[in-house]
Every structure is written in C-alpha cells, then in structure tokens.
Nanobody, 121 residues
Framework: QVQLVESGGGLVQPGGSLRLSCEAS????????MGWFRQAPGKEREFVAAISWGGRSTDYADSVKGRFTISRDNAKNTVYLQLNSLKPEDTAVYYC??????????????WGKGTLVTVSS
C-alpha cells in the first residue's frame, strides 16, 4: 500500500508560480504511472497531469497545458508539479495518486490529504 503526502500549496497572486511535491512511502513509486488531480470548491475532482514510470512521457489536461509541468524523482520517491502562470480558476486542493495505467487518467484509490492552492489578488 502507498501512503502519499502532498505539500507546497499556498496563496499566490494571479500570474504567480508554485511547486507542489508528493512524497510516497510504503512502496516505491517507480512501479506506478503517477498523476496529479485537483478538486475546486463545489466541483468534482479532475485530472491535471500524468507522468510515465521513468518520466519520459507526460500528459496534461487542456486547461493546464503549457503552464504546468509534472516531473518525478524515483530515487527520492517523489513526484512534483510546477505551476506557472496561475489563474484564479486554478484554485483547488491538489492531490497526487498512482494511475491504473498509462493513458487511463484514472487514479487508483490511494489518496493523500492534498495541498491547497489559492490564486487570488
């Protein structure tokens, strides 16, 4: 079983940047396709980005493409999400999770507590 701890969220002005981290324990992350998801107030959780096992391939939701970058360091058992050019509509709790397979955009049922990103002036 995988335990996930997200960090790095906070309050940022529109146009600003943040770097989120997701540290895993209990199992090595290199065996999983990893993804980031987010849930805005009053909305369902949605897919944001995914990265393949070795990190060579990435996948992004259209709403964040060109602004967010997912990466991973398997030696540190950590996945990252760099958020640039943030918009108020990016405000949400961000979660990382292992995916069922590459291309599925569907998370396995392992969730941390998430980290809150608030974009506001």
């Amino acid at each position: 079983q995988v335990q996930l701890v997200e960090s790095g969220g906070g309050l940022v002005q529109p146009g600003g940047s943040l770097r989120l981290s997701c540290e895993a324990s209990g199992r090595t992350l290199s065996t999983y396709v990893m993804g980031w998801f987010r849930q805005a107030p009053g909305k369902e959780r949605e897919f944001v980005a995914a990265i393949s096992w070795g990190g060579r391939s990435t996948d992004y939701a259209d709403s964040v493409k060109g602004r967010f970058t997912i990466s991973r360091d398997n030696a540190k058992n950590t996945v990252y999400l760099q958020l640039n050019s943030l918009k108020p509509e990016d405000t949400a709790v961000y979660y990382c999770a292992p995916l069922s397979d590459w291309g599925s955009r569907s998370a396995l049922n392992y969730w941390g507590k998430g980290t809150l990103v608030t974009v506001s002036s």
